[in-house]
């Protein structure tokens, strides 16, 4: 996971870390430092450069193959595979900041073998560990109600139903072309200025295969406990889903959940583990759009780590998506 494109507009354009410059003025880029979506290294880069110590984590091994071209020149870089969610693990220590950035990343989306992209016909993939279930086993196994409420729940597609019930009938599907074609046969043609038809679906099938919500929340709640007093936490996100759970945790953390009624009876609030450093979202100002029109849609988000201890205060509230009582392959 790097820079992450909401919607595949140019497939060719550079790969640029989103939001770099607003997350640099917002934290402050020293000591050691967490990268749990590492990608094409771009945010560690920029962190290295600023003079902190970087541990990068990510799931796909093929980043740290593609980094070895220049990740022996940075001494204070430790690449470590994994996923974000067990961050606080794989550093081994308590850290000074987490930056995560989520979604798909640009190479994985140039990758065609891969099978993220709509734009590039390939094998039905999308694993971004390169292992488990895939979106072939899922499109090509899954039942029409699950599909539905996958599209549905993950991607906010409105037409889910139709689209589930086009792939069943188009069994089997075992190509990104293929998918698209069947997608598009149930949908109006498509407005030039508006996303790919196929974007929701490849979206919400994506993040199913990944468990990238459940991920998300995981995530979140490692790095709460990876962070030292005063550490600081940079999110950006590019699905509407994402950026409300993101939210609503780091609200949570920070005990601004809201006033219960006058008539409940008081209740005794845990001391909050963050505090917010953006009261809203970042969004990209117009010099980044024009050069990185990726950070359309990216938000971001900061928080820094009090000296509460982290604790399980539950999932409850923080906007997850849940799927109606199905289960995965």
């Known amino acids: 996971m790097s820079a992450k494109v909401p919607r595949e507009t140019n497939p060719d354009a550079p790969h640029l870390p989103v939001l770099i410059d607003a997350i640099l003025d917002n934290v402050t880029p020293q000591g050691v430092w967490v990268d749990g979506t590492f990608g094409a290294g771009g945010y560690t880069k ?44 794989l550093a081994g220590e308590l850290v000074d900041g987490v930056v995560l950035d989520l979604g798909v990343s640009s190479m994985q989306l140039d990758q ?42 993950y991607g906010e597609e409105r037409a889910s139903r139709r689209i589930a019930k086009a792939i069943i009938a188009a069994r089997p599907i075992t190509t990104t072309a293929k998918l698209v074609e069947v997608i598009e046969s ?8 508006k996303s790919h038809p196929a974007t929701r679906s490849f979206q919400a099938i994506r993040i199913a295969v990944n468990d990238e919500f459940g991920q998300l929340i995981s995530g979140l709640e490692a790095a709460e ?3 030292k007093p005063g550490g600081e936490l940079a999110v950006v996100t590019f699905h ?14 920070a005990g601004r959940t809201g006033g219960g009624s006058r008539h409940a009876p008081e209740q005794l609030a845990d001391a909050p583990t963050f505090e917010l ?20 849609s990216a938000k971001l988000r900061v928080g820094r780590r009090t000296d509460a201890p982290a604790a399980d205060k539950g999932r409850a509230g923080l906007g997850l998506p849940k799927l109606t009582g199905q289960e995965l392959l």
């Open 240 to 253: 509407s889903l994402e950026d409300r759970i993101v939210k609503k945790y780091l609200q949570a953390r």
């Open 277 to 296: 450093i953006t009261r809203k979202a970042v969004t990209a100002d117009k010099d980044e759009l024009a050069r990185n029109p990726r950070s359309r």
């Open 186 to 193: 149930v949908l109006p043609k498509g407005n030039p200025s």
């Open 112 to 153: 065609a073998e891969r099978g993220f992209s709509f734009l590039r016909d390939g094998p039905l993939d999308m694993r971004m560990g390169q292992d488990g279930l895939s979106a072939a086993d899922l499109v090509n196994e899954g039942s029409e109600a699950l599909l539905a409420d996958i599209l549905f729940q």
């Open 46 to 89: 920029a962190f290295l450069d600023k003079g902190a110590k970087v541990i990068a984590i990510d799931r796909d091994p093929l980043v740290f193959e593609m980094a070895a071209t220049w990740a022996g020149g940075y001494p204070d870089l430790i690449l470590k595979r994994g996923t974000f969610s067990e961050l606080d693990t």
């Open 225 to 227: 406990r990876a962070l």
